[in-house]
């Protein structure tokens, strides 16, 4: 080994020193794929009480302001619909954890340090503001925003936290806000564009994070 390159890989070291201090690196791909999968499982769910129900999804336009046009908490927390999204949410974050807990103690990094938590602060900004805005759609039966809104609150979500995990993880939230986007034109069929936004991207992310990090183990 040339003095060059010993030079060349003491610079590696310092750099990968670097990311590991300023970034949350043990994201795994099968939290990804998992996440993806438990999405594509809810939605199809979700999908059958929709099919059942035969509801008319209501747009923007048919917002009121009087009391008839709103609903409260408690009918709200006992929509099936809000159910199967909590059943979801809870079954993909666990799974999700439990990779990225298995690949930082193949990393040997903490799970939880000053880079998960600027992690985690940059995630819950833009989701808490999103989900007061679908909260309120909820509230006035705007239910055909809701699908447009949780991607795209989702997307700027992955995007504002992306500078503190892997870099990659940008084309996620890119790829959110275009699917949320493309379905504020296609209000009604909110369920496919879940299934799109929260199933299959986060396979294939997923995949690729797992093929470009973690296949050699």
């Keep these: 080994m040339t003095e060059q390159d010993h030079h060349l890989d003491t610079l590696h070291d310092i750099k990968q020193i670097m990311e590991r201090s300023s970034r949350f690196i043990s994201l795994s791909g099968l939290s990804g794929i ?15 009480v929709i099919a059942n129900s035969r509801v008319e999804v209501k747009s923007i336009r048919s917002i009121g302001t009087s009391p008839e046009h709103s609903i409260s908490i408690s009918d709200w927390m006992g929509n099936q619909l809000v159910q199967i999204a909590l059943l979801t949410f809870i079954a ?44 309120k759609l909820i509230e006035n039966q705007a239910f055909g925003l809701i699908a447009p809104g949780s991607l795209i609150f989702y ?29 504020l034109w296609c209000i009604g069929y909110g369920i496919y564009f879940w299934a799109i936004g929260f199933g299959v991207l986060h396979i294939v992310y997923g995949i690729l994070m797992w093929w470009k990090y973690e296949r050699n183990g």
């Design 34 to 48: 998992a996440a993806g999968s438990c999405a594509l499982v809810g939605a199809w769910f979700a999908y059958g």
């Design 92 to 135: 993909a974050f666990t799974l999700s954890f439990i990779f990225t807990y298995i690949r930082s103690r193949k990393t040997n990094t903490p799970i939880w340090g000053h880079s998960s938590r600027r992690l985690l602060i940059n995630v819950m900004i833009p989701m808490l503001a999103g989900g007061i805005y679908l909260f």
């Design 155 to 183: 997307g700027l979500a992955v995007l504002n936290a992306s500078k503190y995990t892997l870099p990659e993880t940008r084309y996620l939230g890119y790829a959110e806000m275009l699917v949320g986007i493309i379905s």
